[in-house]
């Protein structure tokens, strides 16, 4: 057993877990987080993606011992200012970035990550080369990457915070 320590979500965290728990099985099954998904086990759909000292990582590849003494934000953590919803969770429900819903936590983590490392004017191409890596097996993308468009432009407008605080 090894001792883990991490802010999750904005909380301090502290866990006696094994060392080859997956930190994917650690946010779920340890700290009852559901909203991280697990899709394939094998980092290919990215349901699993949360961010890790702000950079998004797909959990399934990651030990939890790895993020000892990390900061770890998932889907339950984003807020913006007065408890609604993040403008990228808006902007998934407005443009209808989903179907079943599954992989829409991944994705919106990870299209958060991609307006932090590529700006807020975000082309349809460079949106769709950045979801690569982020599988949905109901939608043909379209509306994904209007979501992701229109959630990265509203990021521009007004101050959020990652974690809850």
């Known amino acids: 057993m090894a001792i883990v320590n991490m802010t999750v979500n904005g909380r301090a965290v502290t866990a006696d877990i094994d060392p080859r728990m997956l930190l994917v099985q650690f946010v779920r099954e340890n700290l009852r987080l559901t909203g991280t998904h ?32 990390s900061s770890v934000t998932t889907i339950e953590g984003l807020s913006a200012a007065g408890g609604e919803l993040h403008p990228m969770q808006a902007a998934f429900r407005e443009h209808h970035g989903l179907q079943c819903g599954y992989c829409t936590p991944g994705m919106i983590m990870a299209a958060i990550d991609i307006v932090n490392r590529k ?47």
């Not at 961010?51 to 998004?56: C, E, F, K, N, S």
């Not at 004017?121 to 949905?136: K, P, Q, V």
């Not at 432009?153 to 974690?163: C, D, L, S, W």
């Open 38 to 69: 697990v899709g394939c086990d094998t980092s290919q759909c990215g349901s699993c993606v949360l961010h890790v000292d702000g950079q998004a990582v797909k959990a399934c590849t990651v030990l939890a011992i790895q993020a000892d003494g």
């Open 119 to 165: 700006g807020h004017a975000l082309d349809e191409t460079t949106i769709r080369d950045e979801l690569e890596g982020n599988l949905c097996r109901c939608t043909g993308y379209h509306n994904i990457v209007k979501a992701v468009a229109a959630g990265a432009e509203a990021m521009g407008r007004e101050p959020i915070r990652q974690a809850a605080e």
